[in-house]
């Protein structure tokens, strides 16, 4: 009875000190350095949330027009917003996935990550931005390529949380103490499950220890001496340690769609955190619907009645792979 009375009191004192607190508005910088505008979809949610509250949002990305439409301030320096197209221009992430080859080899993946640094950082406006005496009071990184932004959180000396945008990806998770063991955890640019046998398991670990030394070479030999560099004469702190600093985590994934994992209480999972309300379906949209099957399988038809199907229907890239040549498609081909 007591403890309820002081808990009354306590969240009483809380929602008045929210209603004063309202009154000013914090200042949130939000950094995605991803290379498809999927990486911006949480930020733009979150933006126009906190647009919405009152809160004043600026946004770099590589995709203009984004942090405009979910009321920020955008920031999309020249520099990166070409070399981000020059690098994806002839992608097919999703065919390849479809086909069970890895999205992008580890090679571009890596030129990636201080290459787009390099382009952001070199940017006259990014330049101008850094002098233009700005402060803010929270930075919100995204978890893929988060180091190079780092370099920001050092300059605004301010606090920073992460969105982890690609859910799969649980390095930056573990940067900050919570398990990823290498056993149970698919690697998330390999088509692994959690049911793996001895040798999928060996090889998941090879590609986990791979994927870390990698990143630990970029950070060291390319992120370090370009944030160096950019941030003035006495350099940035150590990037593996800034790495392990961050406040707060958004986990874009959630128990019902990756994997359940029991996390350390600063992370969140907040997947579809984009999601608006449903709307019941159009006329249109329910006959396309009931046909979608037939459509998305179309082009796999073929590949299906070859000696070696490979897995490239829809049903295949989410859970299973497709059986050999179904009885049913036997049948209407011939
Ligand atoms: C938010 O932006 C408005 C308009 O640009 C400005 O007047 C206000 O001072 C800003 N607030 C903060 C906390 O920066
Ligand atoms: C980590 O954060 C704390 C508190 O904000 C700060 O004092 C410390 O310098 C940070 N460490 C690094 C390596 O950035």
Known sequence: MKYSRISTLFYLLMMFSDLLAGVNSDSIFMITMGGTKSHTVPFAALSRALVARGHNVTMLSAFPGVAEDAGAEELCPDGLVEYVNDFTKDWDLLGSRMKGDPPISPWKAL?????????????????????SGRNFDLLLLDGAYSACALGFVHHFSAPYMLINT????????????????????????????????VMQRMANGAAHIF????HWLLLTFTIQPILNKAFGPSGVPSVLAMQRNASFVLQN??????YSRAYLPHVAEVAC??????????????????????????????QLT?????SCCPYSAIT??????????DTQLS
Request: aromatic share 10%; charged share 15%.
């Open 111 to 131: 030129q990636y990550g201080y290459q787009v640094c390099e382009a952001t950082l070199s940017d006259p406006l990014t330049k101008h931005f850094l002098h």
């Open 166 to 197: 690609v859910g799969l990806y649980l390095a930056p998770l573990a940067a900050l103490g919570n398990p990823e063991p290498f056993a149970i955890t698919p690697f998330f640019n390999s088509g692994y499950t959690e049911k793996m046998n």
């Open 211 to 214: 994927c870390r030394a990698m």
């Open 253 to 258: 994934g959630h128990s019902s769609l990756t």
């Open 273 to 302: 955190l984009h999601c608006r309300p449903p709307r019941p379906l159009t006329k249109v949209t329910q006959r396309l619907w009931l046909w979608y099957p037939t459509v998305a399988c179309c082009p796999c038809l073929k």
């Open 306 to 310: 070859t000696p070696s199907p490979r």
């Open 320 to 329: 299973t792979p497709m059986p050999p040549k179904p009885r049913l498609m």
